[in-house]
Structures are given as structure tokens and as C-alpha cells.
């Protein structure tokens, strides 16, 4: 992933922080990512059917009832 740096005004800053307080997202830079992908989309940049169509060909894990048993134990330890 390349990083990038830009300049937010102070409502643009406001709105991420504001989505990253209600918990929409982890941190500005997921909200970001999220907002410029929707915004990709409603113009026409992206295709929703062949994002779709590129999440359903990745090969998914398996997994087994007691492991994920333990990764949320682990988790939930965490907080």
C-alpha cells in the first residue's frame, strides 16, 4: 500500500473524526479510505459487481468452531 498525505479542511477533519468517534471506523485513515471509495463508486470510477465479483474469487480460510472460540476468548481479553 503507497502512502499518500493530503490536506483536510477543518469539516472534512471533522466529519472523519466524527465518524471515527461513533465507531463507524477504527481511525481517519479507514474513514477516509471508506469515503473515497464510496465516492469511486457513486461517480462511476468503481463497479460495485466487479468488486463483488473480485471478493467472491478470493480463496476464503476455513475456519473450525474452537478456534474461533479462542480467537474471540483472545480478543475479548484484549480490551
Avoid at 493530503?6 to 479507514?30: S, T, W, Y
Avoid at 468488486?51 to 476464503?60: A, L, Q
Amino acid at each position: 500500500m503507497e502512502k499518500m498525505k493530503f490536506n483536510l479542511n477543518r469539516p472534512e477533519k471533522d466529519a472523519l473524526d466524527q465518524m471515527v468517534k461513533i465507531g463507524l471506523f477504527n481511525n481517519r485513515d479507514e474513514a477516509a479510505r471508506a469515503a473515497i471509495v464510496k465516492y469511486a463508486m457513486d461517480i462511476g470510477v468503481l463497479n460495485r459487481q466487479a468488486i463483488w465479483r473480485k471478493m467472491e474469487g478470493v480463496r476464503k480460510r476455513k475456519v473450525f468452531p474452537g478456534q474461533l472460540a479462542r480467537d474471540l476468548e483472545i480478543l475479548e481479553d484484549e480490551d
